[in-house]
Nanobody, 119 residues
Framework: EVQLVESGGGLVQPGGSLRLSCAAS????????MTWVRQAPGKGPEWVSAINSGGGSLYYADSVKGRFTISRDNAKNTVYLQMNSLKPEDTAVYYC????????????WGQGTQVTVSS
């Protein structure tokens, strides 16, 4: 059974930090690109960051560049999102996504973890 389980969300004050984790199972994690997407209340999904299967290519939305860092540990089947200097506008449910393009495209989603930035 394919599973992506996010953790690490919570309530944090502006300027604070959180580290999200997304643990994968049921598929060949090291063959998949990983993405973080967030959705704020009343808004559509927003792409946040991505990392390729080998971990050598990293991508960030302008809104988080310089504050968030994506990484992965293929030995642990886990992708991380280190979030620093958090702002109230970072409040959202954060989802991880695994995807592999090819003759057949595979996409898997986690259930999400809530991040709330508030004083």
């Amino acid at each position: 059974e394919v599973q992506l389980v996010e953790s690490g969300g919570g309530l944090v004050q502006p300027g604070g930090s959180l580290r999200l984790s997304c643990a994968a199972s049921g598929f060949t994690f090291g063959s998949y690109d990983m993405t973080w997407v967030r959705q704020a209340p009343g808004k559509g999904p927003e792409w946040v960051s991505a990392i390729n299967s080998g971990g050598g290519s990293l991508y960030y939305a302008d809104s988080v560049k310089g504050r968030f860092t994506i990484s992965r540990d293929n030995a642990k089947n886990t992708v991380y999102l280190q979030m620093n200097s958090l702002k109230p506008e970072d409040t959202a449910v954060y989802y991880c996504n695994a995807n592999r393009q090819g003759p057949v495209t595979y996409i898997y989603w986690g259930q999400g973890t809530q991040v709330t930035v508030s004083s």
